[in-house]
T-cell receptor, first 113, second 110 residues
């Protein structure tokens, strides 16, 4: 079975550039989550979707961050403009329903110079 | 105060030892509890998932939840070098907003 697929695996870009991270959830899962992981703060929830609709984006750090889910099989997290403090590993996770656990992708390692 | 506290370690044990990993939390409304294992440069992989309180066993792994003490544990029996990873606890009140510990790094020495 294909798990959660994220791309790119690594991204290095300069400060001020737009960054787009992509996620394909597991087929049939109706919830999708975006997380950010750093050494200091661990895993933090940024936003989650149910049935393609954003439910809670209170974890999005600021207006430079935006997320979309145009259909059940694809989501993007965009940072514009990017800053060095955005450097982290960004994970996408999906799950079948509220009583099922989340399954994570292998993340995108983002470095902003 | 953080929602979830987890000792970062590192923890180093000999092969075959019993490992105990723990998390404490402050929100008494938490009722979904999970343990994930994360290898270097990989995503977290679900190990155990518990709803409400009690114990759950799966092979060499046992998860315990003590809601009165706001304390959860993961025990690994007969630890193997392949168990060397970072272990993350996670919990939620509503099944949507999950709070993660910062992880405990474990090394099992052959």
């Amino acid at each position: 079975d294909a798990g959660v697929i994220q791309s790119p695996r690594h991204e290095v870009t300069e400060m001020g550039q737009e960054v787009t991270l992509r996620c394909k959830p597991i087929s049939g899962h109706n919830s999708l989550f975006w997380y950010r992981q750093t050494m200091m703060r661990g895993l933090e929830l940024l936003i989650y979707f149910n049935n393609n609709v954003p439910i809670d984006d209170s974890g999005m750090p600021e207006d430079r961050f935006s997320a979309k889910m145009p259909n059940a099989s694809f989501s993007t997290l965009k940072i514009q403009p990017s800053e060095p403090r955005d450097s982290a590993v960004y994970f996408c996770a999906s799950r079948a329903d509220i009583h099922q656990p989340q399954h994570f992708g292998d993340g995108t390692r983002l470095s902003i110079l | 105060q953080k929602e979830v506290e987890q000792d970062p370690g590192p923890l180093s044990v000999p092969e075959g030892a019993i490992v105990s990993l723990n998390c404490t939390y402050s929100n008494s409304a938490f009722q979904y509890f999970m343990w994930y294992r994360q290898y270097s440069r990989k995503g977290p992989e679900l190990l155990m998932y518990t709803y409400s309180s009690g114990n759950k066993e799966d092979g060499r792994f046992t998860a315990q939840v003590d809601k009165s003490s706001k304390y959860i544990s993961l025990f690994i029996r007969d630890s193997q070098p392949s168990d060397s990873a970072t272990y993350l606890c996670a919990m939620s009140a509503n099944g949507n907003q999950f709070y993660f510990g910062t992880g405990t790094s474990l090394t099992v020495i052959p």
